[in-house]
């Protein structure tokens, strides 16, 4: 089985209106998160900006949340900007909907495969996993894989997922011989 990785290389943009000039995307930028105590009760925001204007937007992390409901370590984490921290709010489905962004993965991601394809025996199997969620459709991500055109796919191609469903959890394929 050859393993074949799908892994980001930068965080994705965020699909965001910018409430100043229209614009629908945003970055993390180096990634930079407020905290604002009231008293026992902390704000956490992940600052974005949108890439036309600059303008800085806060996306809440969390609201009015009492002070020890936070993991020391995380808390921490929020105040140094800790970018693995920066990294999974951002990639948190629950955040991103809460916050009513979507992520733009266009060029923040990559395919890793390995190069010894020529000595495989036909059929190939290959195992797909993600490092990262990244959404991908099957069929297109195999056709990048392979240098195969969509028609080659759909016909030396069996798979165990549907392969026109855009998915981020991993799934395996055979590759046959051409005929
Ligand atoms: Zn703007």
Redesign the pocket.
């Given at each position: 089985m050859l393993p074949w990785v799908v892994r980001r290389t930068r965080l994705p943009l965020l699909s965001l209106r910018?409430v100043?000039?229209r614009?629908e995307s945003a970055t993390t930028g180096e990634g930079r998160f407020r905290v604002n105590a009231n008293g026992k009760l902390l704000d956490v925001w992940l600052l974005v900006r949108?890439v036309?204007?600059d303008?800085t937007s806060k996306l809440t992390v969390h609201e009015r949340a009492p002070v020890r409901s936070l993991d020391p370590a995380q808390l921490d984490g929020y105040l140094v900007n800790d970018p693995g921290l920066v990294a999974s709010r951002l990639l948190d489905p629950l955040f991103a909907q809460r916050n009513h962004f979507t992520l733009d993965w266009t060029g923040a991601w990559r395919l890793e495969t390995p190069s010894a394809w020529l000595d495989e025996a036909w059929p190939v199997q290959v195992e797909v996993t993600f490092d990262d969620p990244v959404p991908v459709r099957p069929e297109r991500l195999i056709a990048r894989g392979l240098g195969l055109s969509r028609n080659e796919v759909l016909r030396r191609i069996k798979c165990d997922v549907s392969l026109r469903r855009t998915t981020s959890t991993g799934f395996t394929f055979t590759v046959m011989a051409e005929n």
């Open positions: 910018c100043d000039c614009s949108c036309s204007c303008r």
